[in-house]
């Protein structure tokens, strides 16, 4: 995975612009480089080993079955993170962080059915039943469901991990993920502190192409992930079909031990 992280293509997408200097947090200080301007400059080098360590660790989740929630709500990254979480099969939330997601997970997954449950009323004809302002009703709290969870109707149990873009921004999703114990990735700013996540990958996450660029490399990760994990599983039925095969071949008898 190293070999294909090029610090030149980083720096091409301005990973390595960070913020102003006066908005920096000291915690930090071993990822920025140098100052130039009054902006703090991120090491791409050690970016570059970050995404590769977070990238062998979500394969690693992937290929276990478990689920990566992607997070991030602000208007440059939520277009790139929705499409790269799709691609990769992965939830994510994009719109407003419902509370309690992680640490109310049931109540979440109730509104999750309730989704279900009125997909399935416009299959059977019970909504054709109702008044013309109950559908209104259920088609507005349908549409208001499929808006903020309808990425997250596949994830049946609690995510595997967290991954995050600006975790200053995403705070609250942090804290729940910190409360369950859940692994935290994070692109994380020069403004924010690297404490708070497990896997950090410093880089500029307020340009929409810093943030395209490592997002394609985790998501890369976790499809590479998701791939093996298939090629494991169908092993197993290979295995078995030879096998079968093998049982069901004509015994063939040697033509010197016909004669004896």
């Known amino acids: ?10 720096l091409d997408a301005g990973v390595h612009f960070g913020h102003l200097t006066r908005r920096w947090d000291p915690n930090m200080a071993p990822y ?17 080993a970050k995404i590769d360590e ?7 989740i992937a290929a276990s ?13 939520k277009e ?13 939330i994009t719109e407003r962080w419902p509370g309690g997601m992680l640490t109310n997970f049931i109540t979440i997954r109730k509104a999750v059915k309730k989704m ?16 013309k302002k109950e559908r209104l009703q259920v088609d507005r709290l349908r549409a208001k469901l499929e808006k903020n ?15 995050v873009v600006d975790i200053t921004r995403e705070h609250i999703a942090v804290k729940e993920a910190q409360k369950l114990n859940i692994p935290i990735f994070a692109m994380v ?32 990760a976790v499809i590479e992930g998701l791939s093996e994990r298939k090629a494991v599983k169908d092993t197993p039925k290979k295995d078995a079909s030879a096998k079968a095969k093998n049982e069901e071949a004509p015994i063939v008898l040697d033509a010197a031990n016909e004669e004896e």
């Open 149 to 163: 969870l309808g990425s997250i109707s596949d994830m049946t149990r609690l995510p595997g991990a967290l991954f």
């Open 116 to 131: 279900a449950a009125i997909d399935r009323m416009k299959k059977d004809g019970t909504f054709n039943t109702l008044s």
């Open 32 to 48: 920025i480089y140098m100052e130039r301007n009054g902006i703090h400059i991120i090491n791409l080098y050690k970016t570059a």
């Open 54 to 60: 977070a990238s062998e660790a979500l394969k690693k």
């Open 189 to 220: 700013d020069t403004n924010s502190d690297p404490r708070q996540v497990q896997y950090v990958i410093p880089a500029n996450d307020d340009a929409s192409k810093s943030i395209d660029k490592v997002m394609t490399y985790v998501t890369d």
């Open 1 to 10: 995975m190293a070999n294909n992280i090029e610090v030149k293509e980083l």
């Open 65 to 77: 079955g478990r689920k990566i929630l992607f997070v991030a709500t602000k208007k440059q990254a």
């Open 80 to 92: 790139i993170v929705a499409e790269k979480a799709a691609k990769a099969n992965q939830p994510y």
